[in-house]
């Protein structure tokens, strides 16, 4: 719109460029963590499977009256039960995510995900802000392109998919827009 496109082409670039390094970082930083995470639950349940009956045998075998704490019986016992009736908590789980995706493919469900995922704990405000940075950069490369401020709004609101940012948005496109026509109007 302002016709300097090689300028507008070269920011657009190092935008793009700087949302893919930001992305490379964050799953540099999840994956290893999701991984770690993933794999010391099988280990908790290997160790609960083995582990634990060798403990318990190996007091049986020296005569002990010794057990294991009750905790670690009543864990042993639950991840038993769980072997053994595997079908109930993988229907229930098939359920709760089946009744969860129906929810959130409705547009009250999407919206109250979306405004989940910038509350939710540890994450929320982690992807607030790279919602918003997102948001920013590409009204900053709008902006120096010659764009006013309602249009730059405008097109950079399609970088964010969290409709409660593009709500948050459209009520300050309204904003901007009803401060304008008072201002015209006194």
């Known amino acids: 719109m302002s016709g300097n496109l090689t300028n507008a082409l070269e920011q657009a670039v190092d935008y793009l460029e700087s949302t893919d390094k930001i992305n490379r970082t964050l799953r540099g930083i999840l994956i290893p963590n999701l991984v770690q995470f993933v794999l010391l639950i099988i280990m908790l349940i290997v160790g609960t499977l083995v582990a634990l009956p060798a403990i318990q045998d190996l007091?049986?075998?020296?005569?002990?009256q010794q057990t294991l704490p009750a905790i670690s019986i009543w864990f042993s016992n639950v991840i038993n039960w769980l072997m053994t009736f595997w079908y109930i908590p993988t229907a229930l789980i098939?359920?709760?995510?089946?009744?969860?995706?129906?929810?959130?493919?409705?547009?009250?469900?999407?919206?109250?995900?979306?405004?989940?995922?910038y509350t939710m704990?540890?994450?929320?405000?982690?992807?607030?802000?790279?919602?918003?940075?997102r948001l920013m950069r590409a009204m900053l490369l709008n902006l120096r392109n010659?764009?006013?401020?309602?249009?730059?709004?405008?097109?950079?609101?399609?970088?964010?998919?969290?409709?409660?940012?593009?709500?948050?948005i459209e009520a300050s496109m309204n904003?901007?827009?009803?401060?304008?026509?008072?201002?015209?109007?006194?």
Do not use: C
């Not at 709760?96 to 995900?113: D, E, L």
């Not at 904003?175 to 006194?186: K, Q």
């Open 59 to 64: 007091y049986d075998s020296m005569g002990s």
């Open 94 to 117: 098939a359920a709760f995510v089946a009744v969860t995706v129906w929810y959130i493919n409705t547009p009250k469900g999407r919206f109250n995900f979306h405004h989940f995922k």
């Open 121 to 133: 704990p540890v994450f929320g405000q982690l992807i607030f802000a790279i919602d918003f940075s």
């Open 146 to 168: 010659g764009m006013r401020i309602q249009e730059a709004l405008d097109v950079s609101k399609n970088v964010s998919k969290n409709l409660v940012l593009l709500s948050i």
């Open 175 to 186: 904003n901007i827009l009803i401060r304008t026509i008072l201002d015209r109007a006194f």
